[in-house]
């Protein structure tokens, strides 16, 4: 299986009105989102969010693309 840290990940905050907190998106991934109070907590969360993903494309017979790694930093 794929090592789901190795997927680019990018962070951004959330505005106040939609809870506060920080988003983290998965862009290789389509659909792959979480979020946290912290960014740390973000990051931590979208591997679960990762896990998921991988777990059901491999459930439905679909490919998994593979780490971009086009994103340095976000």
Known sequence: MTD????PVIIAPLAIEDGGGFSALVP????CISDGETPEEAIANVQDAI??????????GRSIPK????LAFA
């Open 4 to 7: 789901r840290l190795e997927y």
């Open 28 to 31: 290789d991934l389509p659909g």
């Open 51 to 60: 896990a998921s993903w991988i777990e059901a494309a491999h459930d439905l």
């Open 67 to 70: 780490p971009s790694r086009k």
